[in-house]
Structures are given as structure tokens and as C-alpha cells.
């Protein structure tokens, strides 16, 4: 019983570190402080104006991370430096 336990933590944050990782790449956007960065409205208006269309926007793990449309209506995971709006990566 004490073995199935430890082995169901053991799963259990092997899950939170994993998802942590991915919602960031496991890197950060940028290591500048956070009174640099800009509004997630603003990086939403800087990423629409490239032609997606934003769903939804968050920062996180110092990247912003939004959910968008590309130009054929594809879904996509952008990935954006919160100091300047460009891109880092996408999935």
C-alpha cells in the first residue's frame, strides 16, 4: 500500500513538472524584470497585427503565451517575448 502511495506522488509531480516546462519551452522569454514588460493587451495587439487572431493571452514563466489563429485558421501556441512582442516560438 505505502509503495503504490509513493509511486502515485512520485507520478503526480513528475506531471506538475512537466507541464510547468511546457507551458514556457523550459525557457524564459526574457530575464529582463518585469517592469519592462509590456501589457498582455499590448502583446496581444502586436501579435494580431501580424496577422493572428488572439483567443487567449496570459503571461507566464516570463513569456507571454497566446493562443491564436494563424492566417489559415490553423490553431497555434505563440510564444512572445513580454518586453517587445516579437516571437520566440511557436507549436
Do not use: H
Not at 530575464?31 to 487567449?56: D, F, H, I, R, T
Not at 516570463?62 to 517575448?81: H, I, P, Q, S, T
Amino acid at each position: 500500500m505505502v509503495k503504490i502511495s509513493v509511486f502515485a506522488i512520485a507520478l503526480a509531480m513528475l506531471g506538475v513538472a512537466s507541464s510547468a516546462q511546457a507551458g514556457s519551452l523550459g525557457k524564459q522569454c526574457t530575464a529582463a524584470p518585469n517592469n519592462q514588460w509590456l501589457s498582455v493587451e499590448a502583446l496581444q495587439s502586436k501579435v494580431e497585427a501580424l496577422g493572428y487572431k488572439v483567443q487567449k493571452a496570459e503571461l507566464k514563466n516570463a513569456c507571454g503565451e497566446l493562443y491564436a489563429l494563424d492566417k489559415n485558421g490553423n490553431r497555434v501556441e505563440l510564444f512572445v517575448d513580454p518586453t517587445n512582442g516579437q516571437i520566440a516560438d511557436q507549436r
